[in-house]
């Protein structure tokens, strides 16, 4: 939801807690954040490439990891829904012509792993707003059977199913829930176009069970392969 808001969260739990320790945190984060060491934020911490919008790339040891944004899940909605303001059709065209653009710069190129991070997936959700969008980014430079540039994994969300595609099938494995959602209805041909597994957070949903309802994704690279884990 980066075109939207972005929101920080956090809970503090003790006896005797009040509203002088929420002011004392939000005055240490501002001064962390805007004092005299904040110049110093990318010395710790690599800028992003190109590091103004919501989709952006950034290299970690050997891995390359692609940042993507594909907006709401629906088009242009009358109000009171706030999504009377959606004119997502702009960004995601400039998005795919950056896309194309920095696979061919050396942060991406030169990357022993490529990782994809995104709230959409173009695997596993049935409907076609948001995973058009996310095809129409992607496909021309990682889709089909030989891409132009290989991507070894796609961590993403959205659909509140734990999800894992079998590349280049119509496959995927998930929970009781999703076989159920999914009966009836035809598997995209588009779920088959990708050289790499598609991989979705569980949570939260109240028809998965409570052990897969997570909602991150931790990942161990190595010279010979990489380990995702929930």
Known sequence: HSPMFHQIEGLVVDKGITM??????????AHEIYGKESN?????FSAPY????????????????IVLDFGDDDDNIPPPSTRQ?????????????????????????????????????PAGDIREYMPGHVREVIDPVFGGSDPQVKIHLYLGGHIHLPFRSVPLKREFYSVEYAAEM????TVPEAWGNYTFPILATGGPNRNTPENMQFTGFDVTVTPEKIIVSS
């Open 40 to 44: 110093r934020y990318f010395e710790y």
């Open 20 to 29: 002088c320790h929420l002011k004392g945190v939000l005055e240490q984060f």
């Open 50 to 65: 190109p590091g103004r919008e919501g989709y952006y790339m950034f290299r970690w040891g050997r891995v390359c990891f």
């Open 85 to 121: 303001f959606h004119n997502i059709e702009p960004y995601i065209a400039v998005e795919k012509k950056w896309l194309q653009a920095a696979v061919n710069d050396p942060v991406c190129r030169d990357a022993e792993y490529r990782i994809v991070l995104a709230h959409g997936v």
């Open 182 to 185: 999914f009966a009836g209805k």
